[in-house]
């Protein structure tokens, strides 16, 4: 069966270390999504792709970066991590059309010491 | 304003009973509208979307859109306490991409 997987699930770093969290889908999306969810916010987009070599910007993406060199993974990249970016973050996909269902991964839970 | 807007709960309702919840949304070009549901610790999953004016069945579940008021609705019969979750709106608007509440929480009492 296809699926969405995020690697670590759990992550513990301390402030100014450089942090990369894998996303992996093998639904063969075109679109790829990273999403950052606190009590009280919901979740917030950070970074999208809709495409190999495609990558923007959400509403929160200052401190955080993606790349797509693949359809099937997109890795988000915390340059140099902050305590504000303790965090849960869930990776998502979707095919493309407005009815398409989006899927998540199982998420990453991140503490920033 | 908040582009996706939920009644933020808690809500609780007595088992059996019809649960209900309110999305708002503010973009007009919006095409299609998803319910997730998400247990605590775990991931959204989607229960159902919706993308006629009206309403869609689906077991339980029946979600109501009304695109002239910008208001969709989910509408839970004989809830279970396995109901217990707290359920996301999301909306496919003019950006290609999802928008969602900050979600309601629900729990179903024994």
């Known amino acids: 069966d296809a699926e969405i997987t995020q690697s670590p699930r759990h992550k513990i770093t301390e402030t100014g270390r450089q942090v990369t969290l894998a996303c992996h889908q093998t639904w063969n999306h075109n679109n790829m999504f990273w999403y950052r969810q606190d009590l009280g916010h919901g979740l917030r987009l950070i970074h999208y792709s809709y495409g190999v070599q495609d990558t923007n910007k959400g509403e929160v993406s200052d401190g955080y970066s993606v790349s797509r060199s693949n359809t099937e993974d997109l890795p988000l990249t915390l340059e140099s991590a902050a305590s504000s970016q303790t965090s849960v973050y869930f990776c998502?996909?979707?095919?493309?059309?407005?009815?398409?269902?989006?899927?998540f991964g199982p998420g990453t839970r991140l503490t920033v010491l | 304003q908040k582009e996706v807007e939920q009644n933020s709960g808690p809500l609780s309702v007595p088992e059996g009973a019809i649960a209900s919840l309110n999305c708002t949304y503010s973009?007009?070009?919006?095409?299609?509208f998803f319910w997730y549901r998400q247990y605590s610790g775990k991931s959204p999953e989607l229960i159902m979307f919706i993308y006629s004016n009206g309403d869609k069945e689906d077991g339980r579940f029946t979600a109501q859109l009304n695109k002239a008021s910008q208001y969709v609705s989910l509408l839970i019969r004989d809830s279970q306490p396995s109901d217990s979750a707290t359920y996301l709106c999301a909306v496919d608007g003019s950006a290609r991409q999802l928008t969602f509440g900050s979600g309601t929480q629900l729990t179903v009492l024994p």
């Open positions: 973009d007009r070009g919006s095409q299609s």
């Open positions: 998502a996909s979707r095919r493309g059309s407005s009815t398409d269902t989006q899927y």
